[in-house]
């Protein structure tokens, strides 16, 4: 991966040290807001790719299809809504983003106020399982935190864009967000990256995406339920030198 082209794409404005999503208050629409600090296009009609605003980075061999199964069954506990609200979103004052209420506005405009997005296992769970850990681990990553997404058939996450500049408001450009897919893919997932849908990937795929200016979505349209590991956190110069190496065939043993 050319570590030097995607700093340079997902450097945006500097922010002030103390910003928490200020500034959302001035907008009723969570979508609207965010598209105001995103250097994407919006263009609906240019073509996309991977390598473009997502990055693939090779396979982790070896995780247990049994640790899979055990994930997949927690995460009937833990929808979205609740994860959401607990306590548990991390960087901000209480563990609860300020902008709930510009969330919630969008879901009841677009008609999605009872549709939900995914189910959530945290890190306190997945610790048990070491081949997560050694995952997370691989890159190297400053103030990371890490939960299992458990999309189930008929649940999806409309277009959006993440909002996770509290997490290091004087460098934006060090927050990064990898996905690991847990699980071999069943037609009807999908995740979109602006115009480009990523899918047909293998359980260890994992990859990057530019998680502070790409609009982005996934759905679960399948038979099956659809795991995959989110990690976020700061670039280091050792996160730069494994993304550096990595290529859509590098393989990492577990």
Same mark, same amino acid.
């Given at each position: ?23 959302? =208050? ?55 809504? =609740? ?112 115009? =480009? ?58």
């Amino acid at each position: 991966m050319d570590i030097n082209q995607y700093a340079s794409r997902t450097k945006f404005k500097q922010l002030p040290s103390d910003f928490n999503h200020q500034d959302g =208050a001035n907008y009723n629409s969570s979508w609207e807001y965010s598209k105001t600090l995103s250097n994407y296009h919006f263009d609906n009609y240019k073509p996309e790719q991977a390598g473009e605003w997502f990055h693939l980075l090779g396979n982790f061999e070896g995780i247990d299809p049994a640790d899979v199964v055990k994930i997949v069954e927690k995460s009937k506990e833990l929808d979205w809504a =609740a994860i959401t609200k607990s306590g548990k979103r991390p960087g901000f004052k209480g563990g609860v983003s300020p902008m709930i209420a510009q969330e919630e506005y969008d879901r009841e405009v677009r008609g999605l106020k009872d549709i939900e997005y995914t189910n959530v296992v945290l890190e306190d769970y997945l610790d048990q399982f070491p081949s997560i850990k050694k995952i997370v681990d691989h890159w190297c990553l400053e103030k990371v935190s890490y939960r299992a997404h458990v999309q189930w058939p008929g649940q999806f996450f409309a277009v959006h864009v993440d909002k996770l500049w509290h997490r290091n408001p004087e460098d934006p450009s060090r927050i990064v967000r990898l996905i690991v897919n847990l699980d071999d893919y069943e037609p009807g997932q999908f995740v979109t990256y602006g115009n =480009a849908f990523h899918t047909q990937w293998h359980a260890g795929d994992v990859h990057i995406f530019d998680t502070l200016n790409v609009p982005h979505s996934t759905a679960n349209v399948s038979t099956k339920p659809r795991p995959n590991l989110t990690i976020t956190g700061l670039r280091t110069p050792e996160t730069d030198k494994r993304l550096a190496k990595a290529t859509p065939t590098s393989k990492y043993k577990l």
